[in-house]
T-cell receptor, first 115, second 109 residues
Framework: DAGVIQSPRHEVTEMGQEVTLRCKPISGHDYLFWYRQTMMRGLELLIYFNNNVPIDDSGMPEDRFSAKMPNASFSTLKIQPSEPRDSAVYFC?????????????FGPGTRLTVT | GEDVEQSLFLSVREGDSSVINCTYTDSSSTYLYWYKQEPGAGLQLLTYIFSNMDMKQDQRLTVLLNKKDKHLSLRIADTQTGDSAIYFCAGNSGYALNFGKGTSLLVTP
């Protein structure tokens, strides 16, 4: 399997623009997680899905952030409008079952820079 | 989420042992994990320990858990330059993971 695929790997955008990050989980995995990594706050869970349904979005910073999972093989994280403080590395991860029963597999991340 | 605290940096010489420490506050975590992140890459599971265990050994890695003090440590024996990375401690919180900020390990020749 190719592992978790994320695109783009790098994104540079101007403040106020819409940004869409994409993730393809490992085939057969029922759980999908979105994380954000910054120097100040470390690795934070934003939202996770089970069988395409959002289960916990309490980590989503504010209404500017939204996430969807229209099918088992694709998820998006959208920021509209983007702000400089959104600059971070965004990771997608998937697992066959939720922890603790199963390992989470991480994608390579999308480095977002908002100027 | 609950707090997971780690020291930020550790530097060791090649061949020495490394010990990375972590404290956590969520006593409901049934598993505790160590993940490794190499530069420019995602996180990769190194090892984990069930919360009713005190110790787990996996080749060069030894995990010690003091549940009373909520303290977890990862010992890497015979540390190599390829072990230079960021190491994250995490506990399960429901079906998700709660991570510490990570410890940057630098291994010098």
């Amino acid at each position: 399997d190719a592992g978790v695929i994320q695109s783009p790997r790098h994104e540079v955008t101007e403040m106020g623009q819409e940004v869409t990050l994409r993730c393809k989980p490992i085939s057969g995995h029922d759980y999908l997680f979105w994380y954000r990594q910054t120097m100040m706050r470390g690795l934070e869970l934003l939202i996770y899905f089970n069988n395409n349904v959002p289960i916990d979005d309490s980590g989503m910073p504010e209404d500017r952030f939204s996430a969807k999972m229209p099918n088992a093989s694709f998820s998006t994280l959208k920021i509209q409008p983007s702000e400089p403080r959104d600059s971070a590395v965004y990771f997608c991860a998937s697992s066959k079952q939720g922890v603790p029963m199963d390992e989470q597999y991480f994608g390579p991340g999308t480095r977002l820079t908002v100027t | 989420g609950e707090d997971v605290e780690q020291s930020l940096f550790l530097s060791v010489r090649e061949g020495d042992s490394s010990v990375i420490n972590c404290t956590y506050t969520d006593s409901s975590s049934t598993y505790l994990y160590w993940y490794k992140q190499e530069p420019g890459a995602g996180l990769q599971l190194l090892t984990y320990i069930f919360s009713n265990m005190d110790m787990k050994q996996d080749q060069r890695l030894t995990v010690l858990l003091n549940k009373k003090d909520k303290h977890l440590s990862l010992r890497i024996a015979d540390t190599q330059t390829g072990d230079s990375a960021i190491y994250f401690c995490a506990g399960n919180s429901g079906y998700a993971l709660n991570f510490g900020k990570g410890t940057s390990l630098l291994v010098t020749p």
